[in-house]
């Protein structure tokens, strides 16, 4: 008898486990993530693409790898685990394909990649458990930084990095004029734009951060440390940078960085940025805690929690069940879809508002982008009395919508070459049915600013949020209802020294808005 118990005593963990299941469970898990990668290809070649041709989203390439690389460090620890299939990742991997086909259906890039990348960890939920998952968090986590986004971020940035370039300038006695993300010196003219706001600085910070702090640090409170110096040095870095480069440039009377000596000076700025902050990191670094020896004792280790080979199998074709079920609701959904209008923009037809005449001759101080080629009205419109500025209209209507060819399509210059955003919000206006939200926006061109306001009409429902908008238009495709939308534009220009002629556009807006309903009701909407 004390020989058979010295027995069990030295069976080490992973002996007790059964290999059938332990392989069993390897290959349900490397099946499945390869039929998730497959199902969902366009999605991740959309991010791959992304990566390619933005320096901002660029480090995608390095972080699947290195997710691998974190987890094969791990694989003695996970061969040890007895393979435990959890309901609860069959139930997360359906909610991702649900809302992966939603974003399909509203054409929401974003929402689709993080579904598609969200779906791996589900699957080893669902096969492993959650064991496996705890021991793979941060490489599983680390997966979604591949995901391209951050443009969210680009307007806060630019201001940001404009407010802090004027406030350092104040304080050194430099005068300055300060319009939106421009600021005029003595000296000349600056601006900062897309690339000054320091988003791919941000964005690589926090991906080596979050690396940093999850290798070389084991307490939680030091890894924060590191991802809150990852986040917040970068901000503050970028406007030191964008104030020492105006600095430069204003005592050498316009000589220095204004060229592609400019992004070499930031660059460098930035390396001795990066090289300051890790080296604070590295003195943050922590030994890993001593691990507590056990006393050598009998222990009779059990099998019990570990699932039978059969039960990974049914996890695995689950999974694989589950993943494909959403590209062919998507592909049903997209097979009644017509094709996209091509080539001019049919001209809409549209009577005078009550109260209101249309100028013939006149030149809209503004033109809205947009995708596609959809039915179109632009007009001027001036009050039949006389009373008031003009005040322009611009309607955009599709009938059927598509990728690229739709009410809400991103635009690299959603105003245009010439006007710039100084302030956006939603604003309630007073109509004759009721109150009405609109999305406000304050253009400016030098010293002319432009107030515009929008709404959109999808299927018929009138609304300023595009949130909404995707989702109603996702409804209609996967229902198979109609799928028409409208994008409403007026605006009015005025001085930047006047108050913006809100009053106006409510006046125009409440005369305007039926007749605008009225004609897009005639326009065929079937499904």
């Known amino acids: 008898m004390s020989l058979q118990l010295d027995q069990v005593a030295r069976l080490p963990d992973a002996s007790v486990l059964p290999q059938d299941g332990r392989h069993a469970a390897l290959a349900a898990l490397l099946l499945s993530l390869a039929a998730v990668v497959l199902l969902y290809h366009p999605t991740f070649w959309s991010m791959v693409e992304l990566w390619s041709r933005s320096q901002t989203f660029a480090h995608g390439f390095l972080i699947v790898p290195i997710s691998c690389w974190l987890a094969w460090r791990q694989r003695a620890r996970l061969a040890a685990l007895a393979p435990q299939p959890s309901r609860q990742g069959l139930l997360l991997?359906?909610?991702?394909?649900?809302?992966?086909?939603?974003?399909?259906?509203?054409?929401?890039?974003?929402?689709?990649?993080?579904?598609?990348?969200?779906?791996?960890?589900?699957?080893?939920?669902?096969?492993?458990?959650?064991?496996?998952?705890?021991?793979?968090?941060?490489?599983?986590?680390?997966?979604?930084?591949?995901?391209?986004?951050?443009?969210?971020?680009?307007?806060?940035?630019?201001?940001?990095?404009?407010?802090?370039?004027?406030?350092?300038?104040?304080?050194?006695g430099v005068p300055v004029f300060r319009d939106g993300s421009n600021f005029s010196l003595p000296t000349g003219n600056w601006s900062v734009v897309e690339a000054c706001s320091g988003l791919r600085y941000l964005i690589a910070a926090l991906a080596l951060g979050a690396l940093f702090a999850h290798v070389n640090c084991h307490s939680t409170r030091r890894r924060l440390a590191v991802m809150a110096a990852a986040l917040l040095v970068p901000i503050f870095a970028n406007g030191v940078r964008a104030y020492l480069i105006v600095m430069l440039g204003h005592l050498s009377d316009m000589r220095l960085a204004v060229g592609v000596d400019h992004l070499i000076y930031g660059w460098l700025f930035f390396g001795l940025v990066a090289l300051l902050l890790f080296w604070l990191a590295a003195r943050w670094r922590e030994l890993p805690p001593p691990r507590a020896v056990p006393p050598a004792q009998p222990i009779r280790l059990s099998a019990t929690s570990a699932a039978s080979p059969r039960a990974v199998v049914r996890?695995?074709?689950?999974?694989?069940?589950?993943?494909?079920?959403?590209?062919?609701?998507?592909?049903?959904?997209?097979?009644?879809?017509?094709?996209?209008?091509?080539?001019?923009?049919?001209?809409?037809?549209?009577?005078?508002?009550t109260g209101w005449h249309r100028l013939q001759d006149?030149?809209?101080?503004?033109?809205?982008?947009?995708?596609?080629?959809?039915?179109?009205?632009?007009?001027?419109?001036?009050?039949?009395?006389?009373?008031?500025?003009?005040?322009?209209?611009?309607?955009?209507?599709?009938?059927?919508?598509?990728?690229?060819?739709?009410?809400?399509?991103?635009?690299?210059?959603?105003?245009?070459?010439?006007?710039?955003?100084?302030?956006?919000?939603?604003?309630?206006?007073?109509?004759?049915?009721?109150?009405?939200?609109?999305?406000?926006?304050?253009?400016?061109?030098?010293?002319?600013?432009?107030?515009?306001?929008?709404?959109?009409?999808?299927?018929?429902?009138?609304?300023?949020?595009?949130?909404?908008?995707?989702?109603?238009?996702a409804q209609a495709k996967l229902l198979g209802r109609r799928q028409d939308g409208a994008d409403i534009i007026v605006f009015a220009a005025y001085d930047e020294l006047a108050p913006p002629p809100r009053a106006r556009l409510q006046a125009f807006l409440r005369a305007a808005l039926p007749v605008i309903e009225q004609r897009l009701q005639e326009l065929p909407h079937g499904p």
């Open 93 to 172: 991997l359906g909610a991702l394909g649900l809302a992966w086909l939603l974003a399909d259906a509203a054409n929401v890039p974003v929402v689709e990649q993080y579904a598609a990348t969200g779906m791996l960890p589900a699957c080893v939920l669902a096969i492993l458990g959650w064991p496996a998952v705890r021991l793979l968090a941060f490489p599983l986590a680390y997966l979604f930084l591949a995901v391209p986004f951050g443009e969210v971020f680009l307007d806060p940035l630019i201001d940001f990095t404009a407010a802090f370039t004027v406030t350092a300038l104040q304080w050194s």
């Open 362 to 473: 006149a030149v809209a101080a503004w033109q809205a982008p947009y995708a596609g080629a959809p039915a179109r009205f632009a007009a001027t419109y001036a009050r039949r009395d006389g009373d008031g500025a003009p005040v322009g209209l611009q309607l955009h209507w599709y009938a059927r919508q598509a990728r690229d060819a739709e009410l809400l399509t991103h635009q690299a210059l959603p105003y245009g070459p010439r006007w710039m955003p100084l302030a956006q919000h939603v604003q309630d206006v007073n109509l004759a049915g009721g109150e009405l939200a609109v999305r406000e926006s304050v253009l400016a061109q030098g010293g002319e600013r432009l107030l515009v306001w929008r709404v959109y009409r999808q299927g018929g429902f009138v609304t300023a949020r595009p949130v909404l908008v995707k989702l109603l238009l």
């Open 315 to 353: 996890a695995g074709i689950a999974c694989l069940l589950l993943a494909a079920v959403w590209p062919a609701l998507a592909l049903a959904s997209h097979r009644d879809d017509g094709p996209a209008a091509t080539g001019s923009p049919t001209v809409l037809g549209l009577a005078d508002p």
